[in-house]
């Protein structure tokens, strides 16, 4: 299993894209130097683009004036995260803002990451799935995501909520063999694989799409 998760590793740093990725900005970010265009030019290619890839260009931009343009951009993952033992899936969902910095001939483009949803829909503890952002997705991340996944069906919650002794320790015992068995079989660690590569593979199109209109 050591050995497994050695090689999804190295085959994802293989996969890496020319955005950086960052941290404390919990996304990715990239500058353009464009020595052909006027600040005015960029900033209107930007809108462009804002209008031929939103439903509701209006809505979507939070903010826009001649020096920085934000948009909000949403969008779904549709491989099953995780199925529990009540035979229950879900999708993935992010929600993420597209902060255009604009200056003369260049631009700064960052992709914040506001939100990612797993499970059954709720939102969890925020920044808790930097492992899938950044694709270093090894044995600790896919064990906290599946006890995260376990504990947040709604059966169980209410069947530990209060316990505590004896009770309440079988009930973890129980947490931990769900887990042990799902990481041994390892399908789980395909699907997050999965779904770390098609957000990897959003973020590489959304990065080429806007490329494209700025002539890069």
């Given at each position: ?5 050695l ?10 894209f ?6 404390d ?120 995501m ?71």
């Amino acid at each position: 299993m050591k050995k497994l998760f050695l090689l999804i590793f190295f085959l994802n740093l293989f996969t890496c894209f020319s955005q950086e990725l960052s941290k404390d900005l919990y996304g990715y970010t990239k500058s353009y130097k464009l020595e052909s265009l006027s600040k005015k030019e960029i900033h209107s290619r930007v809108k462009e683009w804002i209008g031929q890839n939103f439903v509701s260009p209006l809505e979507a931009t939070k903010f826009d004036d001649e020096n920085k343009i934000i948009v909000e951009r949403n969008f779904k993952m549709s491989p099953k995260l995780v199925q529990t033992f009540q035979n229950t899936t879900s999708n993935y969902k992010v929600s993420c803002f597209l902060n255009f910095f604009i200056s003369e001939n260049k631009l700064l483009l960052e992709m914040h990451l506001n939100d990612v949803y797993s499970f059954d829909g709720k939102k969890g503890e925020p920044r808790t799935n930097w492992g899938l952002v950044s694709s270093q997705v090894d044995e600790t991340f896919i064990r906290d995501m599946l006890t995260r996944g376990f504990t947040n069906v709604k059966q169980f919650s209410r069947i530990t909520i209060g316990k505590k002794g004896a009770e309440g320790d079988a009930m973890a015992k129980k947490a931990i063999k769900y887990v042990d068995k799902e990481i041994k079989k390892g399908i789980f660690i395909k699907r997050i694989i999965k779904v770390s590569d098609l957000l990897n593979k959003e973020v590489r199109e959304v990065y080429s799409s806007i490329e494209r209109k700025l002539g890069v």
